[in-house]
């Protein structure tokens, strides 16, 4: 195994994303933890209680912070490592070398690692800051106060860059599908040692902990009924019990294996990826492989070695037949404003490169809004032919960053008032299709309440996601809060979160308003910034 | 049809200047624009081109100032990007139909025009191929066909044959010739032979400064009697590199024939010989880079 190879590709890709911008907004994201930690915002609780905020409480606090959110979000943050050098092609230079995959993922890992081990350090530091600012215990004990985060958020943070390097090797992975499919695994994998009731499962360390402090709040809090939790402030009051002045985690030389052991098992899993990784080679490549099967392409013949160095191409060459732009019919006059002929090329772009068995799905759905019993249609229907297309939303705005035509397309007349509002419109009309069988069986059912929640959540969707694409150049950051945003909303039927109306009972028409106004806001910022885009390419 | 450059300049992160002080008027015909890499010719072609904003000056198109009015000129312009991309997912023809829609193009003459561009850019078999199968120079010729999509006045082409095999490359030279004389085109590329092929204007870049604007035949004059051919040994090349400008090299069975650029014969066996396009530009270069060292500054 060559370290050394490791570790120049760990450390020039940590560079490469330290001096970036977008790093800064991730080092902001970890101070707002942080500050939410501090503030109890976002908190370990005992049901109504908390213990006293001893070096162990604030240290364990904050470690399940860094553990649960970093993870969740850093994934998305992390998950473009390999995709860089693909855009970059820096890759094609590596293929060329004698590198072997695994060194080569084993220093994308590391450094995937490190950059998310940055923000723990960052929430490291705010804790102490907090013993301080809190000042409810004086007693500083460094150890209970830094141990969760060495050993139980470091590991958590291996996993998560391993899981990305996986991600990013596996093709089907690679794109938004595995952005989607990381929301689930994330959930999966905080909620598997609770059900399992193993510690071996316990990828965050939030088990341990609470393993640990539901022990010690039982002998302390007369009546605790063994209610746990990391939970974001729901506006209950906490009570401080003044009894339970928690030590922290007693590390033994098991509990410690065990935590160590989830970082070997990060480098195994960064091995793994090997298996499915392609090399940069494009021949295995998925879609193209798939493209020119289909097409029957054939290689492009190389130029005679005679023939490559430019400078002979001054000679004289026999040339069959010639560019004639004589053959070129004059467009004077034959302009157009265009607009429905720009939605529609829009829509095209949009619904390009997805199989039958897609637009099949879609169509399932669609047919089962309009037989199936209201509420199912307007619960489960609804919420899966919402989630369906998140693909065609999350290219929104982004599309001309990621695939390079931006200077192509922002040099054309108009962008900012046809383009931008024909791709919205797009949206829009992905929207109305996918759940417009809940939309015609509310209004005929004249329920016009709760149409108005239905197009406030059409709207609220491709709004969203063309603000993040326009404003991240990136489909990841929808991906990752639509996801989220879906998850807690239509699917686990949150009011208010609920943007497709269903959940939100009475309150479905103030909470359609919120979701039309949002729309708007969206929309605006959306706007205001590729008119900025447009200049300062 | 005008084109006024006045004074552009372009500061990027870092307060370093990527273009600066630099004017030009342009006509009909075809502009060749040379330079080194990282000379400014990409940020200048970016900046008329609308994409991006110039820091200071103003470049104006037939009376309008670019930056205050860019759809006056986005409406007539064709543009090939140094680097650009496709949608992997579209072919050919359904990349550039999506281009004909951004582009304001009626949708009957976008179908005529894009069928007549395939077959231009020799295109018409991989037509309906997913354009991520496509080859580097497939790709280039999807470009210059996008470039063209609008029948554009002023057409800007960035190193438009990178990637192209040397017989598209005589036929995109062949093109851009047709297309000059209605229309304004500005040629960017290193690859002199390119220029001295189809340009009518020639315009030196370096260091973000205009060096030279001319007629191909007054950038010859220029070194007209100064260009000599010498034969001399392998051993003695490093040493003639040393005292003169050497602009091409070429290793025959009686030695080494070098081309050297200079006032005085560099050796009483020079002969004189025709000079070049290349010539005049090493030449032009070198005066620019020895005039700002004795002047005490970085170029």
């Not at chain 1, 059912?445 to 108005?452: E, F, H, T, V, W």
């Not at chain 2, 006045?6 to 630099?22: A, H, I, P, S």
């Not at chain 2, 870049?205 to 035949?217: C, K, N, R, W």
Request: proline share 4%; net charge positive; glycine share 10%.
């Amino acid at each position: 195994m060559n370290i050394r190879a490791i570790y120049h590709i760990a450390r020039a890709d940590f560079f490469e994303r330290v001096r970036r911008y977008s790093f800064l907004a991730t080092l902001l994201f970890a101070v707002y933890l942080g500050y939410a930690a501090a503030a109890g915002k976002i908190a370990l609780r005992l049901g109504d209680y908390r213990g006293v905020y001893t070096s162990a409480w604030i240290g364990a606090n904050m470690a399940m912070v860094a553990s649960c959110f970093v993870s969740l979000v850093g994934f998305y943050v992390v998950k473009n490592a390999i995709q860089r050098d693909r855009a970059t092609r820096v890759g094609e230079i590596l293929a060329a070398t004698p590198l072997t995959r695994a060194v080569y993922l084993l220093g994308k890992w590391l450094s995937n690692s490190t950059v998310l081990s940055v923000q723990v350090g960052v929430l490291a530091l705010a804790s102490i800051v907090m013993q301080f600012v809190v000042a409810e215990d004086p007693h500083v004990d460094l150890w209970a106060l830094i141990s969760p985060f060495l050993l139980l958020a470091l590991p958590a943070m291996a996993a998560t860059g391993a899981l990305a390097v996986l991600f990013e090797s596996v093709p089907i992975l690679r794109g938004g599908v595995g952005n989607v499919v990381w929301f689930f695994a994330w959930s999966t994998l905080v909620t598997l040692p609770v059900i399992t009731g193993h510690e071996g499962f316990d990828f965050t360390g939030l088990f341990t902990v609470m393993e640990s402090i539901t022990r010690a709040a039982r002998a302390a809090i007369p009546g605790y009924n063994g209610e746990f939790g990391l939970q974001l402030e729901v506006g209950r009051k906490m009570v401080v019990a003044g009894n339970l002045r928690w030590a922290g985690i007693r590390w033994d030389l098991a509990n410690v294996l065990l935590r160590l052991g989830w970082i070997g098992a990060a480098a195994g899993l960064a091995l793994f990826a090997a298996l499915f990784f392609d090399r940069f080679d494009p021949a295995r490549r998925r879609g193209l492989s798939a493209a020119k099967r289909r097409t029957g392409q054939k290689a492009t013949p190389p130029l005679s070695p005679l023939l490559r160095d430019e400078g002979i191409s001054a000679a004289p060459v026999e040339v069959s037949h010639s560019y004639a732009v004589t053959h070129l019919t004059p467009l004077s006059g034959a302009r157009s404003w265009g607009v429905p002929e720009m939605f529609m090329a829009e829509l095209r772009l949009a619904l390009k490169g997805y199989s039958w068995w897609w637009y099949a799905v879609a169509g399932g759905l669609l047919v089962a809004q309009c037989a199936a019993p209201l509420d199912v249609s307007r619960g489960p229907l609804l919420t899966a032919a919402w989630i369906w297309p998140i693909l065609l939303w999350s290219a929104m705005g982004a599309r001309e960053a990621r695939h390079g035509t931006e200077q192509i397309v922002f040099s054309c007349p108009g962008v900012l008032p046809r383009q931008l509002p024909a791709a919205w419109l797009a949206g829009v009309l992905i929207a109305v299709a996918a759940g417009g069988g809940v939309a015609a069986r509310l209004l005929v059912a004249a329920n016009y309440q709760g149409a108005l929640g239905w197009f406030a959540g059409a709207l609220f969707i491709p709004s969203l996601a063309l603000a993040l694409g326009v404003w991240t150049k990136s489909n990841r950051p929808f991906e990752g809060l639509f996801t989220a945003l879906w998850y807690s909303g239509p699917l686990n039927r949150v009011p208010g979160l609920d943007f497709s109306g269903g959940a939100n009972g009475r309150h479905t028409v103030e909470y359609g308003c919120v979701y039309l106004a949002l729309s708007a806001t969206l929309l605006a910022a959306a706007f205001w910034r590729r008119g900025w885009q447009l200049g300062h390419s | 049809m005008q084109l006024i450059i006045e004074g552009v300049g372009k500061l990027y992160r870092g307060k370093v200047w990527g273009l600066r002080g630099f004017s030009l008027t342009l006509g009909r015909g075809v502009l060749g624009l040379l330079g080194p890499n990282g000379a400014g010719k990409s940020t200048l072609m970016r900046i008329l081109a609308t994409v991006t904003r110039a820091t200071e000056g103003r470049a104006i198109w037939d009376g309008a100032d670019i930056a205050k009015s860019p759809d006056m000129v986005r409406s007539v312009l064709g543009y090939l990007p140094q680097d650009f991309g496709v949608y992997p997912n579209l072919n050919a023809v359904e990349f550039l139909e999506y281009l004909a829609a951004v582009k304001r193009i009626d949708a009957s003459a976008a179908r005529k025009r894009i069928s007549e561009l395939i077959e231009l850019v020799n295109l018409t078999d991989a037509a309906r191929r997913p354009l991520g199968g496509y080859s580097g120079g497939m790709r280039q010729r999807v470009g210059i066909a996008q470039a063209l999509l609008n029948d554009p006045r002023l057409l800007i082409v960035d190193e438009p044959t990178a990637g192209l095999d040397p017989e598209e490359r005589v036929r995109f030279r062949n093109l851009l010739s047709e297309l000059s004389g209605e229309r304004i085109v500005i040629l960017s590329t290193h690859i002199v032979s390119d220029v001295e092929a189809v340009a009518t204007d020639i315009a030196l870049i370096d260091h973000g400064g205009l060096v030279v604007h001319s007629a191909p035949e007054t950038l010859l004059q220029s070194v007209n009697g100064r260009v000599w051919e010498i034969v001399i040994s392998s051993s003695e090349l490093s040493e003639l590199r040393k005292s003169y400008l050497v602009s091409n090299t070429a290793h025959r069975s009686d030695g080494v024939h070098a081309r050297v650029v200079a006032d005085h014969a560099p050796a009483a066996s020079a002969r004189p010989v025709e000079p070049t396009i290349e010539d005049a530009y090493l030449s032009a270069l070198a005066a620019r880079r020895s005039q700002t060292a004795s002047a005490g500054g970085a170029p």
